[in-house]
């Protein structure tokens, strides 16, 4: 036990070392994942409708964010890279963690909403408040998803 509680100690010494706050919102994001999938699982197999299909799919989904999410840490690297070769001047802005934070929070919100959604569908009561902020979000993710359909044509 003594054991374990160093192993998590020097486990999250570690990230906030190599990674910082963004890294920390990265293991909040997995977190919610995991959580998001088991839920997902448990109201599906409730639901008497759990397809390994389906499951499938959601995991393909889940892989295609964690991709996005490296994308855009690229897309920072990118941007850092550029700020400290510049030969003459400097970025209208600081060069950091710029696009990783805000695409990590968008599907975080995202798995929240839908860890949320799932825990309703299986009868806990939802307040009112969260309900209207589910919607808000699913509007605006919902609209974000219009935007990229669109670029794509």
């Not at 054991?3 to 997995?30: E, H, N, P, T």
């Not at 799919?57 to 700020?83: R, S, Y």
């Not at 929070?105 to 798995?111: F, G, K, M, Q």
């Amino acid at each position: 036990m003594q054991y374990d509680k160093k192993f998590i100690a020097a486990a999250a010494g570690f990230l906030s070392a190599r990674l910082g706050w963004v890294g920390w919102l990265l293991l909040l994001y997995a977190c919610a994942m995991c959580c998001d999938f088991a839920t997902g699982t448990v109201l599906a197999l409730k639901q008497g409708v759990w397809a390994s299909k389906t499951a499938r799919e959601k995991l393909w989904k889940k892989c295609g964010a964690l991709l996005m999410l490296l994308a855009a840490a690229f897309w920072d690297m990118t941007v850092q890279l550029l700020a400290a070769n510049l030969p003459h001047g400097t970025l209208p802005f600081l060069p950091g963690a710029l696009f990783l934070p805000m695409v990590a929070v968008w599907y975080l919100l995202a798995e929240i909403g839908s860890i949320m959604e799932n825990a309703a569908a299986m009868g806990a009561p939802m307040p009112r408040f969260f309900k209207k902020s589910i919607e808000t979000m699913q509007n605006s993710i919902s609209a974000g998803k219009k935007e990229t359909g669109k670029r794509r044509k």
